[in-house]
């Protein structure tokens, strides 16, 4: 799943609707939704992204933070390390190697780590 996802997934189940009813509402298909949902799609693109936030009345940093989110939301990333450092590289590829088997709590060390930069 990735964050503009799992944001999505929670906007929806907050109102009570049902996948088909959002994404009718959105006029997309279930099954595009589901994927967006479960992070099996890549990241949205600003016009949908904007749909979602009139469905759902969202307005000024709720709209700057879905969009952040969805920007996010790749979940194919490629780490360009060309010119850095040899370490840099070998992080890059030791994380790519090994982020499935991290714990949540790991995860989030990660992040707050790299938020403080």
């Avoid at 189940?13 to 088909?20: N, S």
């Avoid at 790749?74 to 499935?100: F, K, S």
Wanted: glycine fraction near 6%; charged fraction near 25%; aromatic fraction near 6%.
């Amino acid at each position: 799943m990735t964050p503009f996802g799992e944001r999505l997934r929670n906007l929806r189940k907050q109102r009570g609707l049902t996948l088909a009813a959002m994404a009718e509402g959105l006029d997309v298909t279930p099954a595009y939704l589901s994927a967006l949902e479960r992070g099996h799609r890549g990241r949205p693109n600003r016009r949908f992204v904007h749909q979602v936030c009139q469905y759902f009345g969202i307005i000024w940093d709720d709209a700057e933070e879905l969009q952040r989110l969805a920007d996010l939301s790749h979940p194919r990333v490629v780490v360009d390390t060309a010119n850095l450092d040899p370490r840099a590289t070998l992080l890059a590829n030791l994380l790519a190697e090994r982020i499935a088997a991290l714990p949540p709590e790991r995860v989030e060390a990660m992040l707050r780590l790299l938020d403080q930069e």
